[in-house]
């Protein structure tokens, strides 16, 4: 099955800096990448998505990044504030045969103010 | 509202003690997951439906069972619960392959 790889576990960043997070991922069918951000005691929430046609998407200070060759994808968050901080997660799944979606392990992203 | 709603959000049961979590969304979605959530080993799929009597083992299936009669449900069952499925359960849903999960508020199981 999948097997999805991310880093760094834990961030710390200054407020206004970028912060970057990345993941691999082994099945090459593989064509839909969600990334999700949980705040602490809540449920994860879909922050952005990009499907296997595109190379980038960006939605204000967002973007995610996907490279289908070498098999990875990137978060990067720009001018980050103290509310972004939280756990993320990338995520894989394909849209056929096993139709799972795995989930990386997560990256604790602190913005130091 | 468009929601995903599971209860109970907390339960502590006694080792094989059989229970049942139930999940429900209003969003008419195809796929519907269940994920158990672990400090260092993130979210974990147990098993996910991907229509009415569609079902699929995740990554952790074992000790666990669900069904999907209804478009609507999905509850988890643990027949035997043990001490290892101590865990925070989500219960997820959305419209199709091409979209991601909407979350439930989650449940958190502990088993003594």
């Known amino acids: 099955g999948e097997n999805v790889e991310q880093h760094p576990s834990t961030l710390s960043v200054q407020e206004g800096d970028s912060a970057v997070i990345k993941c691999t991922y082994s099945?090459?069918?593989?064509?839909?990448f969600p990334w999700y951000k949980q705040e602490l005691g809540k449920r994860p929430q879909l922050i952005i998505d990009i499907r296997s046609n595109v190379g980038e998407k960006k939605d204000q200070r967002i973007a995610v990044t996907l490279n289908k060759t070498a098999k990875h994808f990137s978060l990067h968050i720009t001018e980050t504030q103290p509310e972004d901080s939280a756990v993320y997660f990338c995520?894989?799944?394909?849209?056929?045969?096993?139709?799972?979606?795995?989930f990386g392990s997560g990256t604790r992203l602190q913005v130091q103010p | 509202e468009a929601q995903v709603t599971q209860n109970p959000r907390y339960l502590i049961t006694v080792t094989g003690k059989k229970l049942t979590v139930t999940c429900s969304q209003n969003m008419n979605h195809e796929y519907m997951s269940w994920y158990r959530q672990d400090p260092g080993l993130g979210l974990r799929q147990i098993y996910y439906s991907m229509n009415v009597e569609v079902t699929d083992k995740g990554d952790v299936p074992e000790g666990y069972k669900v069904s999907r009669k209804e478009k609507r449900n999905f509850p988890l069952i643990l027949e035997s619960p043990s001490p290892n499925q101590t865990s925070l359960y989500f219960c997820a849903s959305r419209r199709d392959i091409n979209y991601g999960y909407t979350f439930g508020s989650g449940t958190r199981l502990t088993v003594v």
């Open positions: 995520a894989a799944s394909r849209a056929t045969g096993r139709r799972a979606l795995t």
């Open positions: 099945d090459s069918a593989s064509n839909y």
